[in-house]
């Protein structure tokens, strides 16, 4: 009964949004409300716990995804203040693996927002509950109904707002609380009033917009229909229950409003944290595989152990490796089991986190988010388990990166510790790949933007004090198949003394319609002229070819390939033959097939000043963008439009530029888009 009792009051969830929007600023005011921190940090003045790293500091951003503890009317908030910009998104992932609810901040004025629709779609696919607060309600142009709508129109849960605001603008001072039908106001320095009832001059109002809320509700949940046919209305504690079970199954997004820069509207969104969002104990419990078995393991102290890994930080000291803790009790000085590898590891020492800092730990239970001292091998991702229960659960999904930059170090001595330094970012951030290209013998650093490879090289010159050189940003192409070939025959045939080898494949080569599907292999043989053991090596040799492509050597996508007929030798054919004709067959067959170059686009969102919109549509057609929409929003044209990303380098400075500083751009990776230029085939 005390760990149900402890697992019911743990909370662990994730700030998400669209950069601006306030997420920081929103984390600052929940650690100033908790008590955790006795003076509120501003972003722009550089005293924000969770951005302590100085780059987030000067560049007034979050980059990396902070974990912070705090408390709240009995109940424990594990709380990750993730980064906001798009070239950071693989942050979110990894957060997001591990929460168990979030909440997702939007602006009063613009609602939502590209950003803000990528990481709701992340949080979709992994079914985090999620309850929403519209912040900024004291900005000009703030409309708490209008960020609705945009909730309802681009993300589509059913989004049911439980708040009334009280003044607008300038003159934003409250909001109705419309399940307790109460008025909940703030002074000039943020301090919360005592509860009131509702005035008069709102009463009429807030009856209206409760109504509103019980009928909604009621279409949604079918314990609340029965009550509202039964009574004509909904109780609190009815109201309650289904809009934390509309939440758990995603069916409703809980809408709060505020301005965390005042200080306003804070309070009543942990207590909706509290009422709304799951629990450990609430949550499926986790699922992860052994020897092809899939297992579960309950949120359970007394459970076999069940850790995963989503975080490191590596540095000169040693490693930091952030936990979330799904089964189990993992104490200090316990040797667990890195269950993707296979190796033992000591825990050191446990830390609850509080961003950059640390207070130890002699025990953590299921449920708890954790940052542990010793662990050598571990990577984002890792399973940590008990030595005699062995399972190994789902790791984050990791995103390709798109743009690569050239890095050398000044000084050739320095050339070892350039490689331990890039060694230990891509240790600490999967995203971030480091390869040497064989042509040129350049190392190369790809990532998911501009912004999160000169976040990286800034990194290696401030904390290794290293000088480094770096190379005009280069996207990374896709080839894919633009007109097929059928019955593309291949025979391999090899004899040099002693066993030899055959196969002979016919294949079907045609492109899929959606390229970013990447590839399909189908078998058509008939009559067992192709035996299955052979068929499942053609298609290993073929996916072998997807590597390098004929155009560019640049990986190949969205294709898919047939086997339609072969044959085998009594003696020569084998698993070797057959997976080296699949790989040299496609090979040659998309040197048949008309190929296509594809470049990766983005989705860019612009937002200027009236009197130059004409000088930004131009500037856009000059980079090969193409125009989705327009409209116009508190004063400003806000254009939609679709580039390609090797065109995206350097365009802040220009909009800069071409708008006096007023303008301001936001981008989302969409895929990929046909080439203008294919290269030459080699």
């Known amino acids: 009964m005390r760990t149900t009792h402890l697992l019911a009051v743990v909370r662990n969830l994730g700030i998400l949004a669209h950069v601006d929007a306030g997420k920081t600023t929103v984390t600052e005011r929940i650690l100033y409300a908790t008590g955790t921190t006795h003076k509120r940090g501003e972003v722009h003045d550089g005293t924000t716990v969770t951005d302590f790293d100085p780059q987030e500091r000067d560049r007034g951003i979050t980059i990396f995804s902070a974990a912070v503890s705090c408390s709240w009317n009995g109940h424990r908030i594990n709380l990750i203040d993730t980064p906001g910009h798009v070239d950071f998104a693989d942050e979110v992932e990894r957060s997001l693996r591990v929460l168990d609810g979030a909440v997702a901040v939007f602006d009063a004025v613009a609602g939502v927002e590209p950003q803000s629709e990528s990481v709701w779609r992340q949080a979709d696919r992994h079914g985090v509950p999620r309850i929403a607060f519209v912040n900024k309600m004291d900005r000009a142009g703030a409309d708490l109904d209008a960020a609705v709508a945009s909730i309802r129109d681009r993300l589509h849960p059913v989004p049911l707002a439980v708040q009334l605001p009280v003044g607008a603008e300038d003159a934003f001072t409250g909001v109705v ?8 106001t703030w002074s000039d320095d943020g301090e919360a009033r005592v509860p009131a009832p509702v005035p008069d001059a709102l009463r009429e109002e807030a009856l209206r917009r409760r109504r509103l809320l019980e009928e909604a509700v009621a279409e949604l949940h079918p314990a609340a229909l029965e009550e509202f046919c039964d009574t004509g209305a909904l109780g609190t504690g009815t109201l309650t229950a289904a809009l ?55 949120a359970d102290p007394e459970a076999p152990l069940a850790a995963l890994a989503f975080k490191v930080n590596a540095t000169a000291t040693g490693r930091l490796t952030y936990l979330r803790v799904y089964s189990g009790t993992i104490e200090q000085g316990d040797t667990v089991r890195d269950a993707t590898t296979g190796r033992s590891e000591r825990v050191g020492r446990i830390l609850r986190v509080r961003a950059d800092r640390h207070a130890r730990l002699d025990r953590a239970v299921a449920g708890d988010i954790v940052a542990v001292v010793g662990l050598k091998s571990a990577r984002a991702g890792t399973t940590l388990c008990a030595p005699d229960a062995p399972l190994v659960l789902e790791p984050p999904g990791v995103a390709e990166p798109v743009v690569s930059v050239a890095v050398e170090a000044l000084r050739s001595t320095d050339t070892g510790r350039l490689a331990q330094a890039l060694a230990r970012l891509a240790e600490e951030d999967p995203s971030l790949v480091v390869r040497t290209d064989a042509e040129t013998g350049q190392t190369v650093l790809s990532g998911m933007g501009e912004l999160h490879l000169e976040v990286a090289v800034e990194r290696v010159r401030s ?116 997976r080296t004709a699949g790989r040299l067959g496609l090979r040659d067959a998309l040197r048949a097939c008309a190929m296509v170059l594809l470049e990766p686009v983005a989705e860019v969102t612009v937002t200027v000043p009236q009197d130059a919109v004409g000088s930004v549509l131009g500037d856009l057609a000059a980079r090969r963008g193409r ?22 380098f350097g365009y802040a400075t220009r909009l800069r530029s071409r708008t006096q500083g007023r303008g301001t751009f936001t981008s989302r990776p969409t895929g990929y888009a046909p080439a203008p230029a294919p290269a030459t085939a080699r």
């Open 177 to 184: 609380d419309l399940i307790g039908m109460r008025i909940l």
């Open 244 to 298: 934390r079970d509309l939440t758990a199954r995603g069916e409703a997004v809980v809408v709060l409003c505020g301005s965390a820069y005042r200080n306003r509207g804070i309070e009543p969104l942990l207590d909706a944290v509290l009422a709304y969002l799951p629990s450990p104990l609430d949550v499926p419990a986790v699922r992860g595989t052994y020897d092809g078995t899939e297992q579960e393991r309950a």
């Open 463 to 578: 904390d290794h004090g290293l000088g480094v050189a770096v190379g005009r940003p280069r996207v990374s192409h896709r080839e894919t198949v633009g007109r097929g070939v059928s019955g593309f025959v291949y025979r391999h045939v090899k004899q040099d003394g002693g066993a030899g080898q055959f196969a002979h494949v016919v294949l079907d080569v045609e492109p899929l319609d959606d390229a970013e599907r990447g590839f399909e292999f189908r078998s058509t043989v008939v009559g067992g002229r192709v035996p299955q053991e052979y068929v499942r090596a053609v298609e290993a040799g073929c996916r072998d070819t997807l590597a390098e492509g004929p155009l560019g050597g640049h990986p190949v996508t969205g294709l898919r390939v047939t086997l339609t007929d072969g044959s085998t030798h009594v003696k020569d054919s084998s698993d070797t033959a057959f």
């Open 627 to 648: 125009v989705g929409g327009s409209a116009t929003r508190a004063g400003a044209a806000v254009v939609t439009a679709t580039v390609p990303l090797a065109e995206l």
